[in-house]
T-cell receptor
């Protein structure tokens, strides 16, 4: 069975600062994908960043970057220059061996002005 | 490209009633997924279609649940004899087609179901 664990139910950051959200996962698949999704309050889930497991280079999308440690099965998300609009639930997700996504329980990020 | 749409956005029903939700995927996406999200949890996979074929179903999808995608475009999810435990957000996602990243799933706004 595949699992995704987000050990931080809540995190907070000051505007313009940097924050890192943690995610660990478990899979027996050799080929898989990892994702971070953002779900603002009462709004739909949107993709933040994706990572192919076969790529060693960490993915980056503007202020968002990941630290992918394959051997440790760790996939953390770093948000630089945090903005008020970054406040949301962040979900880490794994896709491998089938089409379905397996999600963690999420981390609620608060951005303080 | 208008994104994934879902209808209705909210549904309140009484226990024992049947409800049906609709999902319209991103045009040309050949894969469509249903997930259920309860309060404070991440989404859980229910079922997946490639074109009109239902290829995978979760054990969460009891015999009261049925999903269809008759023409490989929109999909419906029906819950018969609703129970209070069915109260949740039902999310639809789509992927594939001509996208560069065919495995990436794009989500709709969800249908929030409340069973009284």
């Amino acid at each position: 069975a595949q699992t995704v664990t987000q050990s931080q139910p809540e995190m907070s950051v000051q505007e313009a600062e940097t924050v890192t959200l943690s995610c660990t996962y478990d899979t027996s698949e050799s080929d898989y994908y990892l994702f971070w999704y953002k779900q603002p309050p009462s709004r739909q889930m949107i993709l933040v960043i994706r990572q192919e497991a076969y790529k060693q280079q960490n993915a980056t999308e503007n202020r968002f970057s990941v630290n992918f440690q394959k051997a440790a099965k760790s996939f953390s998300l770093k948000i630089s220059d945090s903005q008020l609009g970054d406040a949301a639930m962040y979900f880490c997700a794994l896709q491998g061996g089938s089409e379905k996504l397996v999600f963690g329980k999420g981390t609620k990020l608060t951005v303080n002005p | 490209d208008t994104g994934v749409s879902q209808d209705p956005r909210h549904k309140i029903t009484k226990r024992g009633q049947n409800v049906t939700f609709r999902c319209d995927p991103i045009s040309e996406h050949n894969r469509l997924y249903w997930y259920r999200q309860t309060l404070g949890q991440g989404p859980e996979f229910l079922t997946y279609f490639q074109n009109e074929a239902q290829l995978e179903k979760s054990r969460l999808l009891s015999d009261r649940f049925s999903a269809e995608r008759p023409k490989g475009s929109f999909s419906t999810l029906e819950i018969q004899r609703t129970e209070q435990g069915d109260s949740a957000m039902y999310l639809c996602a789509s992927s594939g087609g001509g996208d560069t990243y065919q495995e990436t799933q794009y989500f709709g706004p969800g249908t929030r179901l409340l069973v009284l």
